[in-house]
């Protein structure tokens, strides 16, 4: 007879880990030193990250939202996570299933929001909130008592889709001890951090998407070194390989191809390929049509294009990390899709080595979570884990001229800051202007804008005495913070960046492509745009020494200066960057000598009745004016 476990009433609650994923979620936590699955009542771990909304008000999820889906396609929202932090202007949205949109109404936040059971309106985060408000209360039913929660992003999660992933897990009751990227979960779940260093790749093939990951392991730390895939690339792609080979082979052709026909293939296609992953040959029946059989080896020929795509994946993200195939110590699969044979083998192949798979490929992320939430609870090993993420995309800020001044690179391990010092372009500028931005192209207009704000009330002073220092900061969440402050006043700001939507994958992936395809074009366009500030600022400068100090100019002087003036002004108007830096350096031969005399008039007139102590300080002083204006 089984024996039923007792809880234990005086028992701490229980910290779980969550792997929210688009096609399936689930909840783990570490018993016994180990961590385990939370299985529901039918001994199943997988929740199908799919919910219902019913006319009646109900909401269903998991594998009866699964089974609503046909009968209420436009209520049921399977892969919520593919829409988390995205607009709803996004073009992506609406390419992405039979969904309803709402508009948002004037003044409301720019996010998604689905259309259901009528006159419902829910955004993704709310969807999200479902699914974990399911896992919450399946591992309340094993473990009464639940502690806080570590929840799993892909790891190329921008700022916008972290944020909505923790808001819709405080949505749902979860105390967030964390977020953790998911190929760092599956690194923890097989331990790996006990091997101290190492290099390993992570090769996540879900329902719908591919992810693959370069760890770094170093001193028992993880860093992720890069990241790459294909936000369309999954299981999925080969069920409708298979589909399109079984209605071949049922003799339909498009005309006679009903939606309810395709469901019902693509049904029976799932089902064939899970079993192929251990039988050599399989019939597929769908219902109402003549028996096809299909052989292990034809499936493989089938999917073997999907495969050759992961390994493009792999590759760049190898590039990225400055690693060849040989450099990895481990391959770490993720993902249901890993269990197929041909992708195991095409993995062994690619990286020359038998990859890492006795952990439930299914499993593991979550597992890796459970071990996280474990440790962060303080109920684990002593022997603390650091985890290191990186950013996605660059972070810089607008400098004059619409340029991006990168402050934070791309793949820059979090939690991570960098310091970028900035002067005023006017004088008596008594505000900045501070916009960050997000990507890798050289021009403001080319990039994302993240956000933007005011750093108000600096004294009036000359152009370039100011010293603003700006600080980006990304947790380890991969959350910015932007800190500005003026070095000479000490006033300062803080603010949290919270877009109201984010970049998915494949627009990530498109703007570091367009950043490559533009590289040698931004560049132009920045050394234009940089060339035009400096001109104007040195313009401006000559023409008020004429002005002030006019009678210190030798004969012909005021006039060969003044053309100099026009000839750049001109020259800026143009678009040649290396005719306005030829016409820079023109003025500056044409003021040499009347700038040296000023000098000597500023000096002689700050030593009057000054001791020497103070002419030093402010000869230092104006040479740091000086310096200002050559950043
Ligand atoms: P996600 O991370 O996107 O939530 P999963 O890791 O749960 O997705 O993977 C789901 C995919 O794995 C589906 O396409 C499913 O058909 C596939 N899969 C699950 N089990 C098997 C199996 N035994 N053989 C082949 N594919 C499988
Ligand atoms: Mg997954």
């Known amino acids: 007879m089984a024996l039923f476990e007792i809880f234990d009433p005086k028992a701490p609650p229980h910290p779980i880990g969550i792997d929210l994923g688009t096609t399936n979620s689930l909840v783990a936590y570490v018993k016994n030193e180990r961590p385990v699955a939370v299985a529901d009542c039918d001994l199943e771990t997988l929740v199908p990250s799919v919910v219902a909304y019913l006319p009646n008000g109900d909401v269903v999820v998991g594998r009866r939202a699964v089974r609503l889906a046909a009968e209420h396609p436009r209520d049921t929202i399977v892969s919520a996570k593919r829409f988390m932090g995205r607009g709803s202007d996004d073009p992506e949205t609406r390419r992405l299933g039979p969904y309803e949109f709402a508009e948002p109404a004037a003044g409301e936040a720019n996010t998604v929001r689905f259309k259901v059971a009528g006159s419902r309106v829910v955004t993704p985060v709310e969807v999200s909130a479902e699914i974990l408000r399911a896992l919450k209360a399946q591992a309340e039913d094993a473990l009464r008592n639940v502690g806080g929660a570590v929840v799993t992003v892909p790891a190329y999660f921008d700022d916008a889709q972290r944020q909505a992933t923790k808001d819709a897990a405080r949505l749902a009751g979860l105390e967030v001890l964390r977020l953790l990227n998911e190929p760092t979960a599956a690194a923890l779940a097989y331990g790996l951090e006990k091997r101290t260093n190492g290099t390993f790749a992570v090769y996540d093939l879900g329902g719908g998407t591919f992810d693959v990951t370069i760890l770094l392991l170093d001193d028992g730390v993880f860093q992720v070194r890069s990241t790459g895939g294909d936000s369309q690339l999954g299981g999925d792609d080969m069920d409708r390989a298979l589909a399109r080979e ?12 009903t939606p309810q026909l395709i469901r019902l293939v693509l049904d029976e296609a799932r089902r064939a390929k899970h079993a ?17 059989k299909i052989t292990r080896a034809r499936f493989e020929e089938l999917i073997r294009p999907l495969l050759e795509r992961t390994g493009l994946a792999c590759r760049r993200a190898l590039k990225d990390a400055g690693h060849k195939p040989a450099d990895i110590d481990g391959v770490i699969l993720v993902g249901g899709a890993t269990r197929v044979p041909a992708v195991r083998r095409y993995v062994a192949e690619l990286f020359g ?12 992320v979550a597992l890796g979570a459970a071990v996280q939430a474990d440790l962060l609870a303080g109920q684990g090993r002593t022997d603390d884990v650091l985890l290191l993420d990186v950013i996605p995309l660059s972070l810089g800020i607008e400098v004059g001229g619409g340029v991006v001044d990168k ?19 006017e004088d008596k500028q008594t ?18 804008s993240l956000a933007r704000f005011t ?4 004294p009036p002073m000359p152009a370039g005495m100011a010293r603003l220092e700006v600080a980006l900061h990304v947790d380890a969440d991969g959350l910015l913070s932007v800190h500005a402050k003026e ?10 960046v919270k877009p109201s939507y984010g970049l998915d994958d494949a627009t990530v992936e498109k703007m570091l492509l367009d950043a490559l395809d533009h590289g040698e074009e931004d560049l132009a366009v920045r050394r234009l745009a940089e060339g035009r500030v400096d001109a104007s600022r040195i313009v401006a400068a000559a023409r008020k020494g004429l002005q002030a100090d006019g009678d210190l100019l030798e004969a012909g002087e005021r006039a060969r200066i003044e053309a100099a003036c026009d000839a750049l002004d001109e020259a800026s108007r143009g678009d040649e960057p290396s005719r306005i830096r030829a016409r820079i350096d023109a003025l500056d031969d044409a003021t040499k000598a009347f700038a040296a005399r000023r000098m000597n008039r500023a000096i002689a007139r700050a030593i009057e009745g000054k001791s020497l102590d103070r002419v030093e300080k402010s000869v230092e002083h104006a040479k740091g004016v000086e310096e200002a204006h050559a950043r």
Do not use: W
């Open 455 to 458: 750093l108000k009330g600096i």
């Open 431 to 448: 505000g900045f202007e501070i916009h960050v931005v997000q990507g890798e192209r050289e021009m403001v207009a080319d990039n994302r």
């Open 246 to 257: 079984l209605l071949a082979a049922l003799g339909f052709d498009e005309q006679r191809q």
């Open 407 to 425: 402050v934070l690179p791309r793949n820059s391990t979090t939690p991570c800051v960098a310091r970028a010092t900035y002067t005023t372009q």
């Open 276 to 292: 192929l992953t251990t039988l050599d040959e399989v019939e597929a029946e769908v219902p109402g049509q003549k028996r096809v």
């Open 353 to 364: 080595k038998e990859p890492l798979a006795d952990i439930d490929p299914d499993q593991v």
């Open 487 to 496: 070095l000479t006043t000490a006033i300062e700001q803080t603010v949290t």
